[in-house]
Structures are given as structure tokens and as C-alpha cells.
């Protein structure tokens, strides 16, 4: 899969920024980077499946609620 090879590669970035390049601020920097696309990642799949809810139940006004809720993370 894509993301494992993309998180493999970073992984090795932090690890030479870390040691031979010396600079571990700017390993945290990446590290942090990666957190926020995971979360970012993760919000995304939470929308579509929202979304396909008030797709399949527009009746409901929960599902809608939290398409909104999801759209202001």
C-alpha cells in the first residue's frame, strides 16, 4: 500500500534528521506533520461515512448534525 512505503520513507527522514544531519527539531517538526495527516485522514473517512448516512437516512437530522460537525474539525 501506498502509506506504509510514504510512512516507511518519513520515518527514515526523522530518523537521519535525528542523528547524522543533527537536527531534531526538525525531526518533531515532521513528526507532528504526520500526526495532523493522520488525524486529518481520519476525519475524512468519519465524513464520507456521515455523508453516505444522510444519503441513506435523510430522515434522520442527527446524521446531518454531524456531517456539520465534522465540516467545522
Excluded: Y
Excluded at 526523522?14 to 537536527?23: D, T
Aim: hydrophobic share 30%.
Amino acid at each position: 500500500m501506498a502509506f506504509s512505503g510514504i510512512s516507511r520513507e518519513i520515518l527514515q527522514i526523522k530518523e537521519q534528521l535525528e542523528g547524522p544531519h543533527g537536527r531534531p527539531d526538525l525531526s518533531q517538526h515532521l513528526g507532528h506533520i504526520q500526526e495532523k495527516e493522520k488525524e486529518k485522514l481520519q476525519l475524512t473517512a468519519q465524513l464520507q461515512l456521515a455523508k453516505q448516512n444522510v444519503q441513506d437516512h435523510p430522515e434522520v437530522e442527527a446524521h446531518a448534525q454531524e456531517v456539520r460537525e465534522l465540516k467545522h474539525k
